[in-house]
């Protein structure tokens, strides 16, 4: 029954999302696991979504609840872009996810962080969480597995970082989350958006850094019993 449960429960994206500006434009990062109660229900999401040409916004909470409001506020900006002839900036983006979070702060539950770059403010990151608060940020970091990186991006992050510097940071950041947060794992996705354009990368999970008692990746269990020297479980 309780299995059951688990498998008729919302999907969630039990998430790491992190937004971070550099000396030029910002780096968005997420992992790509969606949840169903303790059932990995897509261990290969994308939960970093184009709302215009030069904004993106990181999604955490319920997949549908931040699906919807992505799908709202990509409508309006495009509206929006059609009536100015121009594409709308990070700060429009952002305060129409909040108007929308905070109008409906009773039925959402979902965190967001918008990032873009425009040609009046440069590259801005935003931070959306329940509720529907707005608050601009040099960096900003979202769901379940944050707790584990306050204290890492309070000693890791700078001022006027290179682009590779900043997209190393959040790789980095995203791997450890994974490694402590059982609801973040999978790869890593990473969005550059600067006055150049926007690049995506992607970094498979077997090619993530290991952290601390992180075990190898293996393709199968059957790999571990088959190896020559098997170590055995600690329980």
């Not at 999302?17 to 261990?43: C, H, Q």
């Not at 872009?81 to 979902?110: D, H, P, W």
């Not at 958006?193 to 190898?216: A, C, M």
Request: hydrophobic residues 35%; charged residues 15%; negative net charge.
């Amino acid at each position: 029954m309780d299995l059951e449960m688990n498998l008729n429960a919302p999907h969630s994206m039990g998430t790491t999302i992190i937004g971070v500006t550099y000396n030029g434009g910002v780096v968005l990062g997420a992992d790509s696991r969606t949840s169903t109660g303790m059932y990995v229900a897509n261990r290969a999401s994308d939960k970093i979504t184009q709302l215009t040409d030069n904004v993106y916004v990181c999604r955490s909470g319920s997949a549908a609840d931040s699906q919807i409001v992505s799908d709202y506020v990509r409508y309006f900006l495009h509206q929006h872009t059609i009536q100015l002839g121009q594409s709308a900036t990070s700060k429009v983006a952002a305060n129409l996810i909040r108007l929308l979070s905070y109008n409906n702060k009773n039925m959402l539950e979902t965190g967001l962080i918008v990032g873009g770059w425009d040609k009046y403010e440069g590259g801005k990151i935003y931070a959306i969480p329940l509720g529907g608060t707005l608050i601009e940020q040099p960096f900003a970091i979202g769901g379940s597995g944050s707790s584990y990186l306050y204290g890492f991006f309070d000693q890791a992050w700078k001022e006027g970082m290179t682009k590779d510097e900043a997209e190393q940071l959040v790789v980095k950041a995203v791997s450890l989350a994974i490694a402590r947060d059982g609801a973040s794992g999978g790869v890593v996705r990473t969005v550059i958006i600067n006055s150049e354009g926007v690049t995506r990368n992607f970094y498979p999970g077997d090619k993530l850094q290991l952290w601390h008692e992180e075990l190898e990746p293996q393709n199968s269990l059957l790999d571990l019993l088959n190896s020559s020297n098997p170590e055995p479980m600690n329980i």
